[in-house]
């Protein structure tokens, strides 16, 4: 439990220094990591196929949330990017 909490801690520690756009790579990352080894690892399991929705979910709400930065930069900033 302690080692945990450290990891955790570490890890907080890490994406704290990141820039927002390094988090979200680390996220798509982590994302892409978790689909392959979900696909790698198919199982018939019902809580192995919901993992896999909420991972695209996860990524497509990672994706719409970028689009729509971008165009609020395009549309409503003095210079747009």
Same mark, same amino acid.
């Given at each position: 439990?302690?080692?945990?909490? #450290?990891?955790?801690? =570490?890890?907080?520690? *890490?994406?704290?220094?990141?820039?927002?756009?390094?988090?979200?790579?680390?996220?798509?990352?982590? +994302?892409?990591?978790?689909?392959?080894? +979900?696909?790698?690892?198919?199982? =018939?399991?019902?809580?192995?196929?919901?993992?896999? #929705?909420? =991972?695209?979910?996860?990524? *497509?709400?990672?994706?719409?949330?970028? *689009? +729509?930065?971008?165009?609020?930069? #395009?549309? *409503?900033?003095?210079?747009?990017?």
């Amino acid at each position: 439990m302690i080692k945990d909490q #450290v990891e955790e801690l =570490i890890e907080e520690s *890490y994406l704290l220094s990141l820039s927002e756009t390094e988090i979200r790579n680390y996220l798509r990352n982590f +994302l892409n990591a978790c689909e392959t080894i +979900l696909k790698e690892n198919i199982s =018939i399991h019902d809580d192995i196929k919901i993992i896999g #929705v909420k =991972i695209a979910l996860l990524k *497509y709400i990672q994706t719409r949330h970028q *689009y +729509l930065e971008f165009q609020f930069a #395009v549309h *409503y900033l003095p210079n747009g990017l």
